[in-house]
C-alpha cells in the first residue's frame, strides 16, 4: 500500500518560516495529484496546497502568496514552504496523493499528519 509520511512541523513564531516534507513510498510522478490538507481542532480537512503531474498548482486563498508547494521527483519527495506564519495557520497538516481521478477507481490516500504550531 502507498505510504506517505510527513515531517518538519513544530513550533515557530509569528512572522517565522518551516518547510514541511512529504516522502512517498513510490514515485511521486504516478499520482495524478499531490496536495496538503490542514486540519484545525474542532474544524473539517481543508486544501492548503496541491501540485499535478504536469507541475500545475492550486493554493487556498489564505496561503497565496506565502507558501510553495513544489516537488523533487528524485527523492519522491513534496514540499510545502510556509513563510510568514500566522497563529491562523496552526493545524494538523496531512499529505494526499490521488491516482486514477479521471475514472471510477480513484483512490486517495493520507499521511498521518505533523503538527505546526504558530506562536510567540
Known amino acids: 500500500q502507498v505510504q506517505l509520511v510527513e515531517s518538519g512541523g513544530g513550533l515557530v513564531q509569528p512572522g517565522g518560516s518551516v518547510r514541511l516534507s512529504c516522502a512517498a513510498s513510490?514515485?511521486?510522478?504516478?499520482?495524478?495529484?499531490m496536495g496538503w490538507y490542514r486540519q484545525a481542532p474542532d474544524n473539517h480537512r481543508d486544501l492548503v496546497a496541491a501540485?499535478?503531474?504536469?507541475?500545475?498548482?492550486n493554493y487556498a486563498d489564505s496561503v497565496k502568496g506565502r507558501f510553495t508547494i513544489s516537488r523533487d521527483n528524485a527523492k519522491n519527495t513534496v514540499y510545502l514552504q510556509m513563510n510568514s506564519l500566522k497563529p491562523e495557520d496552526t493545524a494538523a497538516y496531512y499529505c494526499?496523493?490521488?491516482?486514477?481521478?479521471?475514472?471510477?477507481?480513484?483512490?486517495?490516500?493520507w499521511g498521518n499528519g505533523t503538527l505546526v504550531t504558530v506562536s510567540s
Open positions: 494526499s496523493a490521488v491516482e486514477g481521478l479521471y475514472t471510477d477507481y480513484a483512490m486517495t490516500y
Open positions: 513510490e514515485r511521486i510522478f504516478s499520482f495524478d495529484v
Open positions: 501540485i499535478n503531474s504536469g507541475g500545475t498548482t
